[in-house]
């Protein structure tokens, strides 16, 4: 590949220029490809949808607050009961429907066995909504 003419001249310096044109090319090429397949890539079908109204269901789910303090008391919105009652309690509530959200506080200091028991107990209850509620730092 020769960077210049065939002329014999004083000075043997490449040419300094770009041909534009095959760069020209190749992009009004692919200029045209684009412009004749875009429209193929939108599959459209035209229809006449029936109109319906609806409400919407934003019914609320209960909240259930569940705590467990530093020594592993297990406390029902505010309220001391013992593993098997939250069991009973966890069964009940995931019968209803909307599921009741969990939100779930423990102690910083708490075992984390207690944490995975409770976790599991929702579990066996049918609730699959819950959240660890913590402090922001501040």
Request: proline share 7%; glycine share 6%; hydrophobic share 45%.
């Amino acid at each position: 590949m020769a960077f210049g003419s065939f002329e014999r001249k004083t000075s043997s310096q490449p040419m300094a220029e770009i041909n534009m044109v095959p760069l020209i090319d190749v992009v009004l090429v692919l200029l045209v490809i684009f412009i004749v397949t875009a429209p193929l890539l939108t599959n459209v079908v035209k229809l006449d949808l029936p109109k319906a109204t609806a409400n919407a269901d934003l019914q609320k789910p209960e909240k259930i607050e569940f705590a467990i303090d530093a020594q592993g008391a297990l406390y029902w919105g505010g309220e001391r009961l013992t593993r098997d009652d939250a069991l009973e309690k966890f069964a009940e509530a995931g019968r209803k429907r909307p599921q009741p959200e969990v939100y779930l506080r423990a102690d910083a200091t708490v075992p984390y066995r207690y944490v995975m028991e409770t976790l599991a107990d929702a579990s066996k209850g049918g609730l699959s909504r819950i959240a660890f509620v913590s402090e922001p730092v501040r």
